[in-house]
Nanobody
Framework: QVQLAESGGGLVQPGGSLTLSCVAS????????MGWYRQAPGKQRELVAT???????TYADSVKGRFTISRDGVDNTVYLQMNSLRPEDTAVYYC????????????WGQGTQVTVSS
């Protein structure tokens, strides 16, 4: 089983920057995807960005050019560097981990709050 621990959320002004981190621990295999999702008040949870073990990266259109996802393979940590933050980026951000061993398994972190406001 995999455990995820998120950190880095907080209050920032519009146009500011923030970096989130998620540490994965447990029985991690060689075929996995880590990523970030977010859920704003009154909205459904949505994909922000993902990165595979082979560093294949995807972004939501709403964050392309502003957010950067990266992974530390040694520490099993995924980062989300968020620049040019907007009020609409306000949400709880969740770390996600999916891997295939004998089957596909999925794990979620508890979430970290990001608030963009003056």
């Amino acid at each position: 089983q995999v455990q995820l621990a998120e950190s880095g959320g907080g209050l920032v002004q519009p146009g500011g920057s923030l970096t989130l981190s998620c540490v994965a621990s447990g029985s991690i295999g060689n075929n996995y995807v880590m990523g970030w999702y977010r859920q704003a008040p009154g909205k459904q949870r949505e994909l922000v960005a993902t990165i595979t073990n082979a560093h294949w990266i995807t972004y939501a259109d709403s964050v392309k050019g502003r957010f950067t996802i990266s992974r530390d393979g040694v520490d099993n940590t995924v980062y989300l560097q968020m620049n040019s933050l907007r009020p609409e980026d306000t949400a709880v951000y969740y770390c996600n981990f999916r891997e295939f061993a004998l089957r596909w398994d999925e794990y979620w972190g508890q979430g970290t709050q990001v608030t963009v406001s003056s």
